[in-house]
């Protein structure tokens, strides 16, 4: 329930309402009202308050305002469901829509549409979606979609004002060059029986022009690495793509997936996105579901708990639904969110890699269209997903549990025997998202290595691996940055391979030893490349030394004199042949 405006001003009157009442959100803009057909107007607007909650929408009944619907924070349309109308007669319908936030309601925004009568359609719900995909830079054209008659004319309203997007009235083609990525917002239609129309709002959704990546960190150089370094580097810093600033790097047990993501295009679903990444809520996540040759699914569930069963799941907290920013097709190699069935934003964390061909003709008129928020980066991704989509399934309901609403049917396995998988998932059975991560939509490979002998290196996703040889020197290694176009930049560094650690000894004893007041210590020292010297001092006297030392191990053995009684301090330090220390090793004694 939502209060009456008439109440909220009789509760500011009263003092009721705290004062932060006044940092109520912007008040929506370019609100427009809509027919697409006989039987039903809908509502578009540009959101302008950054800190909404929801969305408010009323309808005029002819008397009074009354409560049309609730839609979560940044949507900007409301469809209205049918029959949300009294009649299919011509009349004109009015609504008026307000943003909300904890601190209060914006200003009433209204707008009016006459709805006539007419057999033509241009309902989009699972027939056509709102919305069409481009490229800054490249022709496009998009051809109104018009059902049960023919029109006399096509019409388009609020056109980019650059004038850039032109239609054509006689065949309903728009066309033109869109000049920069982003959203643009329009309203289509077909004009008939005199000065009548139906309309139906129109998202462009503009992908940036091609780019080339670039080596965001020139400067950048590697310490120098001691003979026994065997790790990796993370290494999502050296680069950046200037036309897409944000990526996903999914890490799975096939291999890493980079996904360049359209945060221009589709900017609350890559927000809703990376707001589940940088939670850490797709850690550890199940792919629950591969449908051979269509997608793989996942980012709904996790394990109930640290030590729950394989069969034992939890869903993601969600956070609100996202609405709907479908247009950008669901070819093979994209991404978009998962939602219910006749609900277009109602999205929260499940997401999908298409993998058919087909899948364009088959996801892209569903319940509004789908959201494609981004793209696999490379063929090395590309085939990471279509491994993790050849694995075996199994029917998993009502064996796993915990998981309402995730599709179960097609659980992706990796232990089946002879094509069929287990009836009971093993914790070695199911596939895991170990993370996923925001960094730079590039793929990095390693395209050369100067000195194999000195280290091995190679890159999974975003980690470079450098293992040592155990020799002394240096390998320049030629990284490569891909992005979504294909383009590339190169980046060499060099990598410096040295005895960086000190030798380790060890004393095994000391003791007395004629004449009197004399000590005789022995130990041993060993090191990876090879011994120096070692010394000695008493009661922090000169350093003297103890002899010189050969090989990667040899004993100690020294006879020390000049102490005094009571308490004496003995300190030992090795050295190898490269002058790297042992550090000093403290012994005390005392003299009767």
């Not at 109440?7 to 006044?22: C, D, H, Q, R, V």
């Not at 980066?377 to 279509?386: K, L």
């Not at 130990?523 to 103890?546: C, E, H, I, P, Q």
């Not at 004496?568 to 190898?576: P, Q």
Request: glycine share 12%; net charge positive.
């Amino acid at each position: 329930m939502r209060a009456t405006p008439a109440l909220f001003t009789l509760l500011a009157l009263a003092g009721l309402i705290p004062s932060a009442f006044a940092a109520a959100p912007a008040a929506p803009t370019a609100v427009v009202a809509y027919a697409p057909n006989q039987s039903r107007v809908h509502l578009s607007w540009v959101d302008n308050a950054a800190d909404e909650t929801a969305y408010f929408v009323d309808r005029w009944n002819g008397t009074a305002w009354v409560v049309a619907g609730n839609l979560p924070a940044n949507c900007i349309v409301f469809r209205a469901a049918a029959p949300s109308l009294p009649s299919t007669s011509e009349e004109t319908v009015k609504y008026r829509v307000a943003a909300q936030n904890g601190d209060g309601i914006s200003a009433w925004v209204a707008a009016e549409v006459v709805k006539p009568q007419g057999s033509l359609n241009l309902m989009p719900d699972n027939i056509y979606p709102e919305g069409s995909g481009g490229r800054a830079g490249q022709p496009l054209s998009i051809s109104i979609q018009v059902a049960n008659g023919t029109p006399t004319s096509y019409v388009a309203s609020g056109l980019p004002e650059a004038g850039w997007l032109t239609l054509d009235s006689v065949t309903g083609v728009l066309s033109g060059t869109p000049p920069a990525p982003g959203v643009y917002r329009f309203f289509v239609g077909v004009g008939f029986d005199g000065d009548k129309r139906f309309e139906r709002v129109h998202f462009l959704r503009v992908l940036p022009a091609a780019s080339t990546p670039v080596v965001d960190n020139p400067g950048f150089r590697l310490p120098t690495q001691n003979l026994g370094v065997d790790g990796g580097l993370e290494i999502s810093g050296l680069f950046r793509d200037p036309a897409r600033p944000k990526g996903a790097w999914f890490v799975t047990p096939a291999g890493p997936i980079i996904v360049a993501l359209n945060d221009q295009a589709t900017p609350n679903t890559v927000n809703n996105f990376l707001g589940y990444v940088g939670r850490g809520d797709y850690d550890g996540s199940y792919l629950s579901r591969a449908s051979p040759g269509f997608v793989i699914q996942g980012g709904g569930a996790k394990p109930a708990s640290a030590t729950a069963s394989p069969t034992q799941w939890q869903v993601i907290t969600k956070r609100p639904p996202v609405p709907n920013e479908a247009g950008i097709t669901n070819t093979r190699g994209t991404i978009a969110m998962a939602k219910l069935g006749g609900e277009p934003d109602s999205a929260t964390t499940e997401w999908f890699f298409s993998v058919g061909v087909n899948n364009p003709a088959i996801l892209d008129p569903q319940s509004g269209g789908f959201t494609v928020f981004g793209s696999v980066v490379g063929t090395a991704s590309q085939n990471v997903v279509d491994i993790l989509n050849s694995q075996f399934t199994g029917n998993y309901t009502g064996v796993i549990t915990g998981a309402p609403g995730t599709l179960l049917s097609e659980v992706p396995v990796i232990d089946a025997v002879n094509g069929v998988a287990p009836a009971i998932p093993t914790v070695n059975s199911l596939i895991r998202f170990s993370g996923i991560y925001q960094v730079p939509p590039v793929a990095i490979t390693l395209v050369s290595n100067s000195a194999p002998t000195v280290l091995s290196a190679s890159v999974s996703g975003m980690i470079l691996f450098i293992e040592s040889k155990g020799k002394i020197g240096t390998a320049n290694l030629l990284l490569r940055a891909t992005n979504l176009d294909g383009n590339s930049v190169d980046f060499n560094f060099p990598v410096r391979i040295d005895d960086l650690v000190g030798p380790g000894f060890r004393l095994t004893s000391i003791r007395g030893v004629d004449p009197p007041g004399t000590l005789l210590a022995k130990g041993r020292a060993m090191d990876t490349v090879g011994l120096g010297y070692w010394r000695y001092r008493v009661n922090k006297g000169a350093w003297r030394s103890a002899g010189r030392l050969s090989g990667k191990s040899a004993p100690l053995t020294v006879k020390m004199k000049g102490f005094k009684k009571g308490k004496n301090l003995i300190e030992f330090e090795v050295f190898d042949a490269r002058k790297n220390s042992s550090g000093v090793l403290k012994q005390t004694i005392t003299f009767s």
